[in-house]
């Protein structure tokens, strides 16, 4: 398995624009390339250009929710994209649905960069493998 | 004193109080960001500068790391603020956001708040920080 580094191309999905620049501007200083969409459309389009070595994903975007997205990314075959998911008041439901498509981890928003950071950083190096296709995540 | 018709009083920005909170740390957060950019910014001049004026660098590196820290620490109080309050009060924040002279911050706290974003419709690109 071949390990994400901090010179990695980060693809942020936020329709919020304060969130959507303070991460990039996060990213940025500490080495990382990030990338930016603030729909789900325009995030697939850019996944299916460059495929970034991962992924912060906002739930609920204009156009569609961030669930659909992942579920195209699986849908379409290919490795799979480590994900962060965020989002204000998430649901359990969707935290479990967005595990079962491969999210690696979930923020609340609102966050603090340096919490994000990190988390990503953890993210990036971990080695587990998201759950397959067909497993059931059930949180506890 | 000025009575709003019903139709204004409708499209009045009346976010509750744990939103605003919310959004006022994000938007703090945003601006410690934007510190942290500056603070690495002078660090890579470091190296250019003659060791005769390096001092003043160095002042103001601190300055700014100072700032951010303040900046992270005004964020999180606000976003604790914001998670423990309800958003069953509403808070004048159409009349407030009128203070806002900076038109880009106006318009995304605006949108953050539930009104309408001028700018919201730019949807995607590569690092263009500023």
């Given at each position: 398995m071949q390990f994400a580094t901090r010179s990695s191309?980060?693809?942020?999905?936020?329709?919020?624009?304060a969130s959507l620049e303070m991460l990039q501007i996060r990213l940025t200083v500490v080495g990382y390339h990030p990338s930016i969409a603030r729909t789900g459309a325009t995030a697939m389009e850019m996944i299916r250009h460059a495929r970034p070595a991962a992924m912060i994903l906002e739930l609920n975007l204009p156009d569609m929710c961030g669930l659909e997205v992942l579920e195209a990314i699986r849908a379409g075959g290919g490795a799979p994209i480590r994900t962060m998911v965020i989002g204000k008041r998430?649901?359990?439901?969707a935290i479990r649905r967005a595990i079962e498509l491969g999210a690696?981890?979930?923020?609340?928003?609102?966050?603090?960069?340096?919490?994000?950071?990190?988390r990503l950083s953890r993210m990036l190096t971990r080695t587990a493998p998201p759950p397959a296709a067909s497993s059931r995540v059930v949180l506890v | 004193m000025v009575v709003a018709t019903d139709d204004e009083a409708q499209s009045a920005l009346t976010p509750g109080v744990s939103t605003t909170f919310?959004?006022?740390?994000?938007?703090?957060?945003?601006?410690?960001?934007?510190?942290?950019?500056l603070d690495s910014l002078i660090g890579e001049l470091?190296?250019?500068?003659?060791?005769?004026q390096r001092g003043r660098f160095v002042e103001g590196l601190h300055a700014v790391d100072l700032l951010a820290q303040h900046l992270t620490g005004l964020s999180a109080f606000a976003r604790r603020i914001g998670a423990n309050a309800s958003d069953d009060v509403s808070?004048?924040?159409?009349?407030?956001?009128?203070?806002?002279?900076?038109?880009?911050?106006a318009d995304r706290m605006t949108g953050a708040l539930g009104?309408?974003?001028r700018f919201a419709e730019v949807t995607a690109?590569?690092?263009?920080?500023?």
């Amino acid at each position: 398995m071949q390990f994400a580094t901090r010179s990695s191309n980060i693809l942020i999905v936020d329709s919020d624009r304060a969130s959507l620049e303070m991460l990039q501007i996060r990213l940025t200083v500490v080495g990382y390339h990030p990338s930016i969409a603030r729909t789900g459309a325009t995030a697939m389009e850019m996944i299916r250009h460059a495929r970034p070595a991962a992924m912060i994903l906002e739930l609920n975007l204009p156009d569609m929710c961030g669930l659909e997205v992942l579920e195209a990314i699986r849908a379409g075959g290919g490795a799979p994209i480590r994900t962060m998911v965020i989002g204000k008041r998430i649901a359990p439901e969707a935290i479990r649905r967005a595990i079962e498509l491969g999210a690696r981890d979930c923020v609340a928003k609102p966050f603090s960069g340096a919490e994000v950071l990190d988390r990503l950083s953890r993210m990036l190096t971990r080695t587990a493998p998201p759950p397959a296709a067909s497993s059931r995540v059930v949180l506890v | 004193m000025v009575v709003a018709t019903d139709d204004e009083a409708q499209s009045a920005l009346t976010p509750g109080v744990s939103t605003t909170f919310e959004v006022l740390a994000g938007e703090i957060e945003l601006a410690g960001a934007r510190c942290i950019f500056l603070d690495s910014l002078i660090g890579e001049l470091m190296d250019l500068v003659p060791d005769d004026q390096r001092g003043r660098f160095v002042e103001g590196l601190h300055a700014v790391d100072l700032l951010a820290q303040h900046l992270t620490g005004l964020s999180a109080f606000a976003r604790r603020i914001g998670a423990n309050a309800s958003d069953d009060v509403s808070t004048a924040a159409e009349e407030a956001l009128r203070d806002i002279t900076l038109g880009d911050l106006a318009d995304r706290m605006t949108g953050a708040l539930g009104g309408q974003d001028r700018f919201a419709e730019v949807t995607a690109g590569d690092v263009d920080l500023f």
